[in-house]
């Protein structure tokens, strides 16, 4: 009896519609197996922009620590939780795409965070990436108490992103680094209008008959981390590698205002042994 009752708990966590949350966008409107359809297809802009991040971000990478494409490689799996979240919108599928999340912020943090910022009892970066390791995990179990205070909490990073990142600037001059924070920025602040409308404004949204900002937040927030990935690069490029010679490049043009950023290294292995 008990074990009847206890596997019908765990394929109910499974099961489409399990999950408390449910996004603004109308359900099962253009298939009977996908629940969101616009916001399901929306995920895949992370395989679009994944890949091309890990080809532009590779010659710093290879020159600072291969360990920096996990990043992009677990955004691949953030795509592929929510994807597969909005198809289902089961609790299994908000827990992945919450901790895919979580870890992404967590690697990011272990990699990238700057140095000089460490609390003064932290020796250096392996000790540093410990704690946050350690942190995880017991912030991953918790986040079954209250599933539905995690995306809030989860959103609370991009803030303090944004105050490391002010920090980070206010001794940086070059023209293109202050760009390529505004335009990082920008779109944070439009990725974040968007969930947050589409959270608390949904009435609305449906009287006007569009429902889709929880997908173009999708969309937003994958470009602003890639904006705000290559700035962190350029950063800690100049803190931890500085004989790189790193700098900022715009492709196609780099005179165009909204052009696609990316890091080049200007110095070579030569360069550091003549040094
Ligand atoms: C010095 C530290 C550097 C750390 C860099 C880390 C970069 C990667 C960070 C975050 C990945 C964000 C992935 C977004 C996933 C979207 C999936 C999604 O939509 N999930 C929703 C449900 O479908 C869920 O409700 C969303 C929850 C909120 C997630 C908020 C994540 C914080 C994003 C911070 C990005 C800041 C970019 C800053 C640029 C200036
Ligand atoms: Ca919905
Ligand atoms: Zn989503």
């Known amino acids: 009896m008990g074990g009847v009752y206890s596997s019908e708990r765990i394929t109910g966590v499974f099961s489409y519609e399990s999950s408390d949350i449910d996004w603004c966008e109308d359900n099962y409107i253009h298939s009977e197996h996908v629940v969101e359809y616009f916001n399901t297809v929306s995920s895949f802009t992370f395989f679009i922009i994944a890949p091309v991040m890990l080809y532009l971000l590779h010659p710093y990478a290879k020159e600072r620590s291969l360990s920096i494409h996990m990043v992009w490689v677990m955004m691949i799996f953030v795509g592929l939780f929510s ?7 089961s609790f299994v599928g908000q827990m992945l795409d919450e901790l895919s999340i979580l870890w992404v ?38 986040s079954f108490v209250k599933p539905t205070a995690n995306a809030y909490a989860l959103n609370c990073f991009g ?22 924070a505004k335009l990082s920025v920008g779109l944070w602040t ?14 609305l949204w449906q009287r006007l008959n569009f429902c889709y900002l929880h997908g173009i937040w999708h969309i937003l927030i994958v470009m602003a981390v890639a904006y705000g ?19 900022l490049q715009y492709w196609p043009c780099d005179k165009w205002a909204l052009g696609f950023p990316h890091l080049v290294l200007k110095g070579t292995t030569k360069t550091r042994k003549q040094c």
Not at 159 to 172: F, G, I, N, Q
Not at 229 to 247: C, K
Request: glycine fraction near 4%; charge should be positive.
């Open 190 to 203: 439009l990725a974040i209008t968007c969930w947050i409308s589409d959270r608390f404004g949904c009435s």
């Open 83 to 89: 994807a597969y979240f909005h198809m289902t919108l």
């Open 105 to 142: 912020l967590a690697v990011g943090y272990s990699v990238w965070f700057p140095r000089k910022l460490y609390p003064s009892f932290i020796k250096d970066r392996t000790m540093f990436s410990r704690l946050v390791m350690g942190i995880t995990v017991v912030t991953s179990v918790s």
């Open 229 to 247: 990935s290559t700035l962190i690069a350029y950063l800690d490029a100049n803190n931890e590698i500085p004989y790189s010679l790193p700098g």
């Open 159 to 180: 803030l303090h992103l944004l105050y490391v990142l002010a920090l980070e600037m206010k001794s940086c001059s070059d023209q293109k680094a202050v760009r390529l």
